[in-house]
């Protein structure tokens, strides 16, 4: 970390540093540390960029001709533990600065959080999973949770639910570690319920989830008034009742397990923190054809 010498940065020696005043330069919500500034190529300025009046967003702007190359630990090896190489994995540019970022192996369905850039598809009062970018594993062991706040400043903390209200362990910030992190949206769940409805909306129906595919991938997001809704094309395997009637009168129940794919409606309303997914259009079925889903209550 640079020290500072009259409003200037000694970059000659970087070691002792009046962090108080630093802080103090900086925004209320920074959370720019010292692996931060050094990730942004601070190195790269020594000879040309000495004078602190410039603001810290100039920093992420290098004189041209000068390739701000991004940090070592931030670039995949040649093979990922996901099998994607270094060719095939794309490069994010961050929303709110020019900054590149190599990602370490993203999916198509999945939204990127890194440095410090935030997927502006990601929205409190939804549900995600939450990948370590580079690697199989998961955090909160695999389970999705409702995402509760993006907080401000550079490197944002991202708080999620917790088993608690009085201790919530759940939340990290963006920048936390240099390969990001990969959100996938979560519109259906393994168990939920929802009530078949035929072309001419009669209920022909009960569903139960028995798996979901994970590349449930979020198509749009529709801003209205009072509301906020996505929507997720989704492929699940579900156990189906089908009501049989005759004359207008159920008669028997007959269970199939069938595939099922269709979009899904995730509504959050400006009253509820949370959003719930309300229906599934576009799903057809071999022997009623074209079906809606409304999730049961």
């Known amino acids: 970390m640079p020290i500072i010498k009259n409003h200037e940065f000694d970059f000659e020696n970087p070691e002792g540093v009046d962090e108080s005043f630093l802080i103090k330069r900086l925004s209320l919500y920074a959370t720019v540390r010292p692996e931060d500034l050094k990730a942004l190529g601070a190195d790269l300025y020594q000879s040309r960029w000495r004078d602190f009046r410039q603001s810290l967003q100039d920093l992420f702007h290098p004189p041209q001709g000068l390739r701000q190359d991004p940090p070592e630990e931030s670039v995949c090896c040649t093979s990922s533990p996901d099998g994607l190489d270094k060719e095939a994995t794309p490069v994010i540019q961050g929303r709110e600065f020019s900054i590149q970022y190599q990602s370490a192996g993203i999916r198509p369905h999945e939204l990127p959080v890194i440095g410090f850039h935030v997927d502006d598809k990601i929205c409190p009062g939804f549900c995600y999973r939450v990948r370590y970018m580079g690697t ?162």
């Open 136 to 297: 199989r594993d998961f955090l909160f062991n695999g389970e999705s949770r409702m995402l509760q706040s993006v907080g401000l400043g550079y490197g944002k903390r991202l708080t999620f639910q917790g088993n608690t209200h009085n201790n919530n362990e759940n939340y990290f910030w963006s920048d936390s570690r240099a390969e990001g992190f990969a959100f996938s949206i979560c519109a259906v769940e393994t168990g939920d319920k929802f009530v078949i409805y035929d072309e001419v909306s009669r209920v022909a129906g009960d569903v139960e989830v028995l798996s979901v595919d994970d590349d449930q991938t979020e198509i749009d997001t529709v801003y209205e008034k009072g509301c906020v809704k996505k929507f997720v094309r989704v492929r699940m395997t579900a156990n189906v009742q089908y009501h049989n009637r005759h004359q207008g009168m159920l008669m028997d129940v007959t269970d199939h397990v069938i595939d099922i794919e269709g979009t899904a409606e995730i509504v959050r309303q400006r009253s509820s923190s949370k959003a719930t997914t309300q229906q599934i259009t576009d799903v057809h079925v071999q022997s009623l054809g074209k079906c809606t889903l409304w999730k049961e209550d």
